[in-house]
Each structure stands twice: as C-alpha cells, then as structure tokens.
C-alpha cells in the first residue's frame, strides 16, 4: 500500500500561487464596489463570490477527482480558496445583523444553504464532464494524493 505524504513542498507552492490568483480575482471584484453608498453591496459580493466558489469548486472536485491532483490542489485550494472568502462572511454576517436582524439571518442562510447547493450541482455538473456517475465518491472528499 502506498503511503500518503502529509506535506509536500512543491504542492504547497502550487497552492500559494493558486491563492494568489484567486485573492487577486476577488479583489478585481469587491476593491470597486467599496466605494458604492448603500451598505449591503459588499456583502452581496462576498455572497455572490462565496455561491459561485463553491460551484466552481464543485465542479473541480467533480471533474478531476482523483485525477491530476496538482492541478486540483491548484484550481481547488488555491484559487478557490483565496477566491472565496469565509472570514468576510463572517463579519459581514455579524455586521449586517447588527444593522438589520432579519437581513443577517437571511444572508447567513443563504450563504451556507446557498454554498451546499451550489457545491452538489457544480459536483454534478464536473462529474458529468468527466463521464463519472453522480454519487460522492470517497476520493472526492479526501485530501488529494502527492503525485510526484
């Protein structure tokens, strides 16, 4: 049986380079609107932003699988992770609720309900790119193999 490494250099690059795509996608995206008057517009970017990570994200994981783990460790926890953003929905969360009690809790619904369903479509959408049926296999939901 082949030994899972825990820590490779190289992947850990690869992730960095990956974040640093998507940190710079999402400032592309939000850095403009800072400027707009009416206090929800950052948050309903960070929503927008968070909903279609976790399609994309999906789809990454539903279409590589087990299968060019760098690129997924690129595409996946690289740009998707520095593209999506937990901690901005967290205070923007606790923001909003403090302004509005009822808009809080519906964009802390829909950001969690909202990511769940857009993360099993884009699961489906990669898997039916990749040819593979649509049950969660157990590999999509392990960490991705060093292929070196």
Known sequence: MARRTWFS???????IAGGAVGVALRAAVVVPLGGLSHPLVVP???LAINLVGAFLLGIIVGRLA???????AF?????????TTYS?????????????????LVLIAVSLLG???AAVIGLGVGRGMAGRP???????????????
């Open 115 to 117: 990511g769940v369903v």
């Open 9 to 15: 250099p190289s992947v850990l690059l690869i992730v």
């Open 88 to 104: 901005a929905f967290a205070v923007q969360s606790v923001t909003v609720s403090s302004a509005s009690p009822l808009i809080g």
């Open 75 to 83: 595409l996946g926890t690289g740009v998707m992770g520095g593209f």
């Open 66 to 72: 087990d299968h060019a783990p760098r690129l997924r």
């Open 134 to 148: 649509a049950e969660v296999a157990a590999s999509e939901v392990e960490a991705p193999e060093d292929a070196e």
């Open 44 to 46: 309903a970017a960070t």
